[in-house]
């Protein structure tokens, strides 16, 4: 009963910060121009996915003015990170979706063979999206995704600290 309470005020929450970019006639583009965040980074702040930090306030509200006290408040309290699972029938995030997992693979392969044995962060991480006009002329999207590389560890137990700490009662 709590998550739903949680979730019921989160979508309200949403719906409020998502107001107040369409009535402020901005895109994230520019919004994140303003701030000096990324344009994916400002959309993850007003769908609660991010929590707002307290020196980006006064850009944020610069670019938002109609932001109030309490919803800045709200906005940098640690967010609940989810997602609706039925997201994935949008056409749009579809795509991205089958992208991801069409070319993962090889992707994965890449990454190995320059960094080795590991992955990219998803919480040290950077991601935009630009609009650029291709070779024939036509619109393109460019995503970029931006993370730390994070190696696989190999597991020592001699590196273990709650083992090392254990040892030492």
Known sequence: ?????????????????????????????????????????????????????????????????????????????????????????????????EAVMHFGESIKEIVNEEFGDGIMSAIDFYCSVDKVKGVDGNDRVVITFDGKYLPYNEQKSEHMVSRLQRQGD
């Open 1 to 97: 009963m709590e998550m739903e309470a949680e979730t019921s005020s989160k979508s309200s929450l949403t719906n409020r910060l998502q107001a107040a970019k369409r009535r402020s006639g901005k895109s994230y583009s520019q919004i994140a121009e303003e701030t000096g965040l990324t344009n994916v980074y400002v959309a993850q702040l007003l769908r609660r996915q991010a929590q707002l930090k307290a020196d980006t306030v006064p850009q944020l509200q610069a670019a938002l003015p109609e932001l109030s006290d309490e919803l800045l408040h709200e906005m940098m309290r640690p967010p609940m990170r989810s997602y609706d699972p039925n997201l994935i029938q949008e056409p749009c995030v579809y795509r991205l979706n």
